[in-house]
């Protein structure tokens, strides 16, 4: 059973950086991707950055392009989103999500598995 859980969360002033972390467990994940979500309150969830585990392949919201930086440690099978010039409206909650799926995923429905998110707030 795939397991992910975020950490990394927190309160942060417009224009600082925060970097989360997703420890990810339960199988291999040679050519899955990994990817980065987030849920603003009522707002439907949308993607943020996605990577292939097996090769540095990348692709990001335009939102996000420039600021954010997705990446991943096979060693500790973790993912990382550093995310720098944090703006108030990339305030919501981080989610972590996996896909066996071939090719890189940015759809929410192409995900099978999730983290339980965690809260990102950016004061201004």
Known sequence: QVQLVES????????GSLRLSCAASGRTFSSWSMAWFR???GKEREFVAAIRWNIPMTTYADSVKGRFTISRD???????????SLKPEDTAVYYCAASGRTGLRVEVS????WGQGTQ???SS
């Open 8 to 15: 990394g969360g927190g309160l942060v002033q417009a224009g």
């Open 39 to 41: 849920q603003a309150p």
């Open 74 to 84: 096979r060693t500790l099978n973790t993912v990382y989103l550093q995310m720098n």
């Open 110 to 113: 192409q995900y099978d598995y």
């Open 120 to 122: 990102v707030t950016v």
